[in-house]
């Protein structure tokens, strides 16, 4: 199964405070064992919410917003992607994170395909698999 893992932002992620050069080199330890142990299939930073938009869809259609976004802990500040065996696979692998103190990952199963069957037709189903199987 594929994982997401959200780290949840903070304010010193929304004003751009950048880690101390220890946590980015514990960091990088961290994703490279990921990586050796054949898991990550994707991982990066996300600037903060002040640099990015949203659409959002109403009764008119869409409509962009300008960051910043509501409170700094509801928004993501950066992830990873994980193939891993199960969600308490990922709950191990994660509490190795060298995280701060009040750091949270947010770890959410990744849909596929057949979780839809019963809401997709056949050809929309196999169009979307076809389409994943492209992009992986």
């Known amino acids: 199964m594929r994982v997401?893992?959200?780290?949840?932002?903070?304010?010193?992620?929304?004003?751009?405070?950048?880690?101390?050069?220890?946590?980015?080199?514990?960091?990088?330890?961290?994703?490279?064992?990921?990586?050796?142990?054949?898991?990550?299939?994707?991982?990066?930073?996300l600037t903060p919410t002040s640099a990015g938009a949203?659409?959002?869809?109403?009764?008119?259609?869409?409509?962009v917003i300008d960051g910043?976004?509501?409170?700094?802990?509801?928004?993501?500040?950066g992830f990873w992607i994980v193939e891993v065996s199960s969600l308490a696979e990922a709950e191990e692998r994660f509490k190795r994170c060298p995280c701060g103190e009040g750091a949270e990952i947010q770890l959410r199963p990744i849909q596929e395909a057949e979780d839809f069957a019963d809401a997709m037709s056949e050809e929309t189903r196999r169009r979307a698999e076809e389409l994943q199987a492209r992009i992986r």
Do not use: I, Q
């Not at 080199?25 to 299939?41: I, P, T």
């Not at 910043?68 to 500040?77: I, L, M, N, R």
């Open 4 to 45: 997401l893992a959200c780290m949840m932002g903070n304010e010193e992620s929304e004003a751009n405070v950048l880690p101390p050069p220890e946590l980015f080199e514990a960091m990088g330890r961290f994703n490279e064992e990921l990586v050796k142990d054949g898991v990550l299939l994707a991982a990066d930073g």
């Open 68 to 77: 910043p976004f509501t409170e700094a802990k509801e928004v993501v500040a």
């Open 54 to 63: 949203k659409v959002k869809w109403t009764g008119s259609g869409p409509t």
